[in-house]
Nanobody, 122 residues
């Protein structure tokens, strides 16, 4: 079992920035691909970004490409999501997840955090 805990969410004005963190105590963290997803009220959970276990490759949805950056520090068992130029439509609960390989489909991730709320105001 891999327990993931997100932090860093909050209220920010449009155009601002936030950095989300997701950490685990699991020593095997470095063997997992990690992803960030988000879910807005009334909408399905959607892929945001993912990173290979090594950090060598990253993947983004078209809606956040160029604004968000995913990274990881395996020594700290932590994955980050730097969010810049935030828009109103970025408002959602953000979840981190772990999988055996990089995926963009939520059902392919075995482990999930409880989420952190990001609210972008005008």
């Amino acid at each position: 079992q891999v327990q993931l805990v997100e932090s860093g969410g909050g209220l920010v004005q449009a155009g601002g920035s936030l950095r989300l963190s997701c950490t685990t105590s699991r020593r095997t963290f470095s063997t997992y691909a990690m992803g960030w997803f988000r879910q807005a009220p009334g909408k399905e959970r959607e892929f945001v970004a993912a990173i290979r276990w090594s950090g060598a490759d990253t993947y983004y949805s078209d809606s956040v490409k160029g604004r968000f950056a995913i990274s990881r520090d395996n020594a700290k068992n932590t994955v980050y999501l730097q969010m810049n130029s935030l828009k109103l439509e970025d408002t959602a609960v953000y979840y981190c997840a772990a999988a055996s390989a990089v995926q963009t489909i939520p059902s392919q991730y075995a482990y999930w955090g409880r989420g952190t709320q990001v609210t972008v105001s005008s």
